[in-house]
């Protein structure tokens, strides 16, 4: 078992393995440990530190500096200037994500043949019977009743009620405590994001982890892909450390995520039309309803309760999402005495979000000091169904006993009651008066059937190049409309399978 | 204005009221330190840039051509509340990260937790595996 994380300056740090991979997220994790099992000496070279439950922190500066990709200062370039969130991190962004596992749905695999020229039926049944393995390996399951919390269950309730799809979330969590900390880490080891199993399991079937290891380079031969190289970052001090060297025998998998993948084949000086291109995501804008009980979110599932109802028509997704005290200090509006009394309600909110399933498309590049520059800017038909769904949200929180809703949309009241509910139904559609942010993130290094429309072919595959793969979400053509780690997890697991026969 | 514009902003933000502890009462200025040693520097000059721009910009939301510590405390109050809500799009995102950061720093201070009956948090250490 071997993990080496910072390394001081001094002699360059030299290993090798059968295969790199670089990022140990959803799409690292999967594909690290698909391709330890079929015997392969993988090494997973990732920029974050290993940080185990006892390390997470607890409060949301800590979770910023400790967690989070550059303290989530990367903002999408364009009309308006949106959080792009990850982790950075062992684990990824499975770290610090809601655990939420949706399966890919069959017309995501049609709508890829259709426009892209891959997918089908035949990739979707490979698909599925990864994700029935990972559902057993990663204990997907509902959350328990006593754990849900009220602004979950209200939610809940209120579906039913008003005759709207709504259901538990299946989330890869085993046993819930409902401690509502995703956010920070599930320090209670509940949580199965990536750094618990998967990819301790690679280290204990003879692999290795280089923690701290941002990747600058893909080492190159020819077309070949036969390394990477970066120095060791501290990350408390940020002093840069020794190099290190790491050398593939068979093949680099990158899963660096949908900003740092294209990010780096650029930087590495791969070519390829469609590289950063297909940038998309999932908008997300939070609703708060003023209840008349405490709501206490603090207690309960993260989030805890989802409707699919408008996930094709037209185009968004609910979810409660249950958020500390100190983002809602950041989240409602205005400063001052004003703000402070609103503050005081605090335990008496419940907030609840619509993720957009925007067809706006950006570009993602390498910008100065490595950081990946994010183009994307909403058009006006997604701003429409972000708007949509947000009324849909307050009316979700007028049936559910709301007293007021606090839509946090610029030009619209700050406090609405179901009578002024028109006041949100003709907000702007600027994507300035939103306060949104991008937390489900795809494409960037697309798969597709040819060069034109693709960067990678249908195996993740890199056209051109020999042995370099990509296996994180960066390589989906489309968005989903559904939550996507379960879908990254699963094509990754098949891109290791992939790969194991190809060396055998 | 004898604290650092940070803190004398960050302050005006999020003040005492009635039954909650605003940041008057909390340590911001060991906040900032910290934060000023740990974030990196584009988010460092972007809450300094935001605190300046707030000081600086009564004459926006108040047509008053003065610095913010000129005014009166409910001429500040108004100011604060407006400013966060300004037409100015730029301004109004300088405005968001100042009021984040002090978000970080007022909520997991534990005694305002205690007000609203939230546990404190546990510390932040920091630790990874070596
Ligand atoms: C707050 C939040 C909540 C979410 N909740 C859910 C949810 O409940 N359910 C769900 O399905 N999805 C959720 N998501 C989205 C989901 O977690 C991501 O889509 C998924 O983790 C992306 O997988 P990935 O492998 O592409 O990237 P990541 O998981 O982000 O992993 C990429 C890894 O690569 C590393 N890396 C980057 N650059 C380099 C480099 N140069 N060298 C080495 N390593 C590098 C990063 O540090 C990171 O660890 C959430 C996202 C966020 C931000
Ligand atoms: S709600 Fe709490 S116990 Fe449940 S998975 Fe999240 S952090 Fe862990």
Same mark, same amino acid.
């Given at each position: 078992?071997?993990?080496?994380?910072?390394?001081?300056?001094?002699?360059?740090?030299?290993?090798?393995?059968?295969?790199?991979?670089?990022?140990?997220?959803?799409?690292?994790?999967?594909?690290?440990?698909?391709?330890? $099992?079929?015997?392969?000496?993988?090494?997973?070279?990732?920029?974050?530190?290993?940080?185990?439950?006892?390390?997470?922190?607890?409060?949301?500066?800590?979770?910023?500096?400790?967690?989070?990709?550059?303290?989530?200062?990367?903002?999408?370039?364009?009309?308006?200037?949106?959080?792009?969130?990850?982790?950075?991190?062992?684990?990824? =962004?499975?770290?610090?994500?809601?655990?939420?596992?949706?399966?890919?749905?069959?017309?995501?695999?049609?709508?890829?043949?259709?426009?892209?020229?891959?997918?089908?039926?035949?990739?979707?049944?490979?698909?599925?019977?990864?994700?029935?393995?990972?559902?057993?390996?990663?204990?997907?399951?509902?959350? &328990?009743?006593?754990?849900?919390?009220?602004?979950?269950?209200?939610?809940?309730?209120?579906?039913?009620?008003?005759?709207?799809?709504?259901?538990?979330?299946?989330?890869?969590?085993?046993?819930?405590?409902?401690?509502?900390?995703?956010?920070?880490?599930?320090?209670?080891?509940?949580?199965?994001?990536?750094?618990?199993?998967?990819?301790?399991?690679?280290?204990?079937?003879?692999?290795?982890?280089?923690?701290?290891?941002?990747?600058?380079? !893909?080492?190159?031969?020819?077309? $070949?892909?036969?390394?990477?190289?970066? $120095?060791?970052?501290?990350?408390?001090?940020?002093?840069?450390?020794?190099?290190?060297?790491?050398?593939?025998?068979?093949?680099?998998?990158?899963?660096?995520?949908?900003?740092?993948?294209?990010?780096?084949?650029?930087?590495?000086?791969?070519?390829?039309?469609?590289?950063?291109?297909?940038? $998309?995501?999932?908008?997300?804008?939070?609703?708060?309803?003023?209840?008349?009980?405490?709501?206490?979110?603090?207690?309960? &599932?993260?989030?805890?309760?989802?409707?699919?109802?408008?996930?094709?028509?037209?185009?968004?997704?609910?979810?409660?999402?249950?958020?500390?005290?100190?983002?809602?200090?950041?989240?409602?509006?205005?400063?001052?005495?004003?703000?402070?009394?609103?503050?005081?309600?605090?335990?008496?909110? &419940?907030?609840?979000?619509?993720?957009?399933?925007?067809?706006? !498309?950006?570009?993602?590049?390498?910008?100065?000091?490595?950081?990946?520059?994010?183009?994307?800017?909403?058009?006006?038909?997604?701003?429409?169904?972000?708007?949509?769904?947000?009324?849909?949200?307050?009316?979700?929180?007028?049936?559910?006993?709301?007293?007021?809703?606090?839509?946090?949309?610029?030009?619209?009241?700050?406090?609405?009651?179901?009578?002024?509910?028109?006041?949100?139904?003709?907000?702007?559609?600027?994507?300035?008066?939103? =306060?949104?942010?991008?937390?489900?993130?795809?494409?960037?290094?697309?798969?597709?059937?040819?060069?034109?429309?693709?960067?990678?072919?249908?195996?993740?595959?890199?056209?051109?190049?020999?042995?370099?793969?990509?296996?994180? &979400?960066?390589?989906?053509?489309?968005?989903?409309?559904?939550?996507?780690?379960?879908?990254?997890?699963?094509?990754?697991?098949?891109?290791?399978?992939?790969?194991?026969?190809?060396?055998? | 204005?004898?604290?650092?514009? #940070?803190?004398?902003?960050?302050?005006?933000?999020?003040?005492?009221?009635?039954?909650?502890?605003?940041?008057?009462?909390?340590?911001?200025?060991?906040?900032?330190?910290?934060?000023?040693?740990?974030?990196?520097?584009?988010?460092?000059? #972007?809450?300094?840039?935001?605190?300046?721009?707030?000081?600086?910009?009564?004459?926006? #939301?108040?047509?008053?051509?003065?610095?913010?510590?000129?005014?009166?405390?409910?001429?500040?109050?108004?100011?604060?509340?407006?400013?966060?809500?300004?037409?100015?799009?730029?301004?109004?995102?300088?405005?968001?990260?100042?009021?984040?950061?002090?978000?970080?720093?007022? /909520?997991?201070?534990?005694?305002?937790?205690?007000?609203?009956?939230?546990?404190?948090?546990?510390?932040?250490? /920091? /630790?990874?595996?070596?």
């Amino acid at each position: 078992m071997t993990h080496i994380a910072f390394q001081k300056k001094g002699a360059p740090v030299e290993v090798e393995a059968d295969f790199i991979v670089v990022g140990s997220g959803a799409g690292g994790g999967a594909v690290a440990s698909g391709l330890a $099992r079929g015997g392969a000496k993988v090494a997973v070279v990732e920029a974050g530190p290993w940080r185990d439950p006892e390390h997470y922190p607890s409060s949301m500066y800590g979770t910023m500096r400790d967690m989070f990709d550059d303290w989530t200062s990367l903002m999408t370039f364009g009309r308006a200037l949106w959080p792009v969130l990850q982790g950075r991190v062992v684990g990824g =962004t499975t770290t610090i994500n809601s655990a939420i596992v949706v399966r890919t749905p069959a017309d995501i695999f049609q709508s890829w043949e259709k426009n892209y020229g891959f997918g089908g039926e035949a990739l979707a049944e490979k698909v599925w019977a990864h994700q029935d393995q990972l559902e057993k390996e990663l204990y997907v399951q509902e959350t &328990a009743p006593d754990k849900m919390g009220r602004s979950n269950e209200l939610a809940l309730i209120t579906s039913q009620k008003r005759g709207v799809e709504g259901h538990v979330i299946r989330r890869n969590v085993k046993d819930c405590e409902g401690s509502g900390q995703c956010l920070q880490g599930c320090k209670k080891e509940r949580k199965q994001s990536t750094n618990l199993k998967m990819i301790p399991e690679v280290m204990e079937r003879g692999g290795m982890v280089l923690s701290c290891a941002p990747v600058h380079k !893909i080492m190159l031969k020819g077309n $070949r892909a036969v390394g990477v190289t970066g $120095r060791f970052v501290h990350p408390q001090t940020k002093e840069k450390g020794a190099k290190f060297v790491v050398r593939a025998k068979h093949g680099v998998v990158v899963a660096a995520s949908c900003t740092h993948s294209p990010a780096l084949l650029q930087r590495s000086g791969i070519k390829g039309r469609m590289l950063g291109q297909l940038f $998309r995501a999932h908008p997300g804008s939070a609703i708060l309803g003023l209840y008349d009980d405490d709501i206490n979110m603090p207690f309960g &599932a993260t989030q805890g309760w989802s409707s699919l109802e408008y996930r094709n028509t037209p185009g968004f997704k609910l979810e409660t999402l249950n958020m500390p005290l100190e983002l809602i200090a950041g989240r409602i509006s205005g400063g001052g005495m004003r703000l402070m009394d609103r503050l005081k309600n605090y335990r008496r909110l &419940a907030l609840w979000v619509v993720a957009c399933r925007a067809d706006s !498309i950006g570009t993602v590049s390498n910008g100065p000091f490595g950081k990946p520059i994010v183009k994307y800017t909403m058009n006006q038909t997604d701003m429409a169904k972000l708007r949509d769904g947000a009324v849909e949200v307050a009316k979700h929180h007028f049936a559910a006993g709301a007293k007021a809703v606090m839509p946090g949309v610029l030009g619209v009241p700050y406090e609405l009651h179901e009578k002024d509910l028109h006041h949100l139904e003709n907000a702007s559609l600027d994507p300035r008066a939103w =306060t949104s942010i991008l937390t489900h993130l795809f494409g960037g290094c697309p798969m597709g059937a040819n060069p034109d429309v693709g960067l990678c072919d249908e195996r993740g595959r890199v056209f051109g190049y020999e042995g370099l793969v990509v296996a994180d &979400a960066s390589v989906m053509p489309t968005n989903l409309g559904v939550n996507p780690q379960h879908t990254i997890m699963g094509l990754a697991r098949q891109r290791a399978a992939e790969l194991l026969e190809d060396i055998s | 204005m004898s604290l650092s514009p #940070t803190v004398y902003v960050m302050r005006l933000i999020l003040p005492s009221v009635d039954g909650l502890k605003g940041l008057d009462q909390v340590d911001v200025k060991g906040f900032l330190k910290d934060f000023n040693r740990e974030a990196p520097l584009p988010m460092r000059l #972007t809450v300094l840039l935001g605190s300046w721009a707030f000081i600086l910009s009564p004459i926006v #939301t108040l047509k008053i051509p003065l610095p913010v510590f000129l005014l009166s405390k409910k001429l500040q109050d108004e100011h604060c509340y407006r400013i966060a809500l300004t037409r100015v799009y730029l301004l109004r995102q300088l405005m968001f990260a100042v009021k984040a950061v002090a978000g970080f720093c007022w /909520g997991k201070c534990p005694e305002v937790r205690a007000q609203l009956d939230l546990k404190p948090y546990a510390p932040d250490t /920091g /630790g990874f595996r070596q």
